[in-house]
Nanobody, 123 residues
Framework: QVQLVESGGGLVQAGGSLRLSCAAS????????MGWYRRPPGKERELVAS???????NYADSVKGRFTISRDDAKNTVYLEMNNLKPEDTDVYYC?????????????????WGQGTQVTVSS
């Protein structure tokens, strides 16, 4: 089991910055990658940014150059630095852990989710 707790959301003006944090606990070593997701209006949930155990990062085109994902292994925490925020960034941001779940049938992929943290960007 992996538990994820997000923090750092809030209200900010367009052009401002926020830093989201996701603290992981439990079966940390089962995690293969972690990421941040959001669900824009009228769209399905999308990956904002992700980082693997090797440090490889990926970003949605809409946030490239503005957001940076990083991790602190000593704290079991992943961060999302959000700069030059836009009103369209407004959403609930969810932390995700892509993990390997050990079962009696063998290893299986499994996703863990945090409760989400609200980001609101005013124009």
């Amino acid at each position: 089991q992996v538990q994820l707790v997000e923090s750092g959301g809030g209200l900010v003006q367009a052009g401002g910055s926020l830093r989201l944090s996701c603290a992981a606990s439990g079966s940390i070593f089962s995690i293969n990658a972690m990421g941040w997701y959001r669900r824009p209006p009228g769209k399905e949930r999308e990956l904002v940014a992700s980082i693997t155990t090797t440090g490889r990062t990926n970003y949605a085109d809409s946030v490239k150059g503005r957001f940076t994902i990083s991790r602190d292994d000593a704290k079991n925490t992943v961060y999302l630095e959000m700069n030059n925020l836009k009103p369209e960034d407004t959403d609930v941001y969810y932390c995700n852990a892509d993990s390997t779940l050990m079962t009696t049938y063998g290893p299986r992929p499994h996703d863990y989710w945090g409760q989400g943290t609200q980001v609101t960007v005013s124009s």
